[in-house]
Nanobody, 116 residues
């Protein structure tokens, strides 16, 4: 099984930056698609960005050009660099590891708040 722990959340002003990290307990690079999701109060959880074991990435339209997803295989860690943050980015951000048709693993989430 895979255990995931997010870190790096916090409060920033509009236009600021944060870097989220997700540390995995075991090897994920060869099998799992990794992703970042977010959920605001009263709303459904939505995909922010995802990256394949080979490094192919995709993003929600709302974050393209501002967020960058990456993975460090040596450290077995997933990252989300968030720049030019907006108030609408405020949410709890979750890390996910997916082995297609087999299993999904979720982290506990980390709060990101963007306000003046």
């Amino acid at each position: 099984q895979v255990q995931l722990v997010e870190s790096g959340g916090g409060s920033v002003q509009p236009g600021g930056s944060l870097r989220l990290s997700c540390a995995a307990s075991g090897s994920i690079s060869s099998i799992y698609v990794m992703g970042w999701y977010r959920q605001a109060p009263g709303k459904q959880r939505e995909l922010v960005a995802a990256i394949s074991p080979g490094g192919t990435s995709n993003y929600a339209d709302s974050v393209k050009g501002r967020f960058t997803i990456s993975r460090d295989n040596a450290k077995n860690t997933l990252y989300l660099q968030m720049n030019s943050l907006k108030p609408e980015d405020t949410a709890v951000y979750y890390c996910k590891a997916e082995r297609a048709w087999v299993a999904n693993y979720w982290g506990q989430g980390t709060q990101v708040t963007v306000s003046s």
